[in-house]
């Protein structure tokens, strides 16, 4: 199965389960720690838990089976660790505080700065 294909899924099993706000930035000129991050937000700490439990499990059925869930002892945020696909899971506040998206949205400057 293609990255992209595990993404839409992925994408689609959030929202199945109530993510808010569902993002997909695509990271491949960005990073090499993945090639596509997704951020969505859950209403509760039970919610977020349930989002990435959820999701790992669903990932299994499709044959994505290395998947992790890290940030089990949060209230605030989760992150699932899908090979090529980074996702995090925020309650609101967090992800207002962190602006993942700003961040990793913003160009990649072609010219090295020295300083």
Not at 83 to 96: A, C, Y
């Amino acid at each position: 199965m293609k990255v992209s294909d595990i993404k839409k899924k992925i994408e689609i099993i959030l929202d199945n389960n109530k993510a808010k706000n569902i993002v997909s930035i695509d990271l491949e000129k960005k990073s090499y720690i993945a090639d596509y991050m997704i951020i969505a937000s859950g209403t509760s700490s039970r919610h977020l838990q349930s989002l990435a439990e959820n999701l790992v499990s669903e990932l299994k059925k499709i044959g994505v089976t290395n998947c992790r869930i890290e940030g089990r002892e949060s209230p605030d945020w989760k992150l699932v660790d899908a090979m090529d696909i980074i996702v995090h899971i925020f309650n609101l506040e967090k992800r207002e505080f962190y602006d993942l998206e700003k961040m990793w949205s913003e160009p990649i400057p072609k010219e090295k700065v020295l300083i």
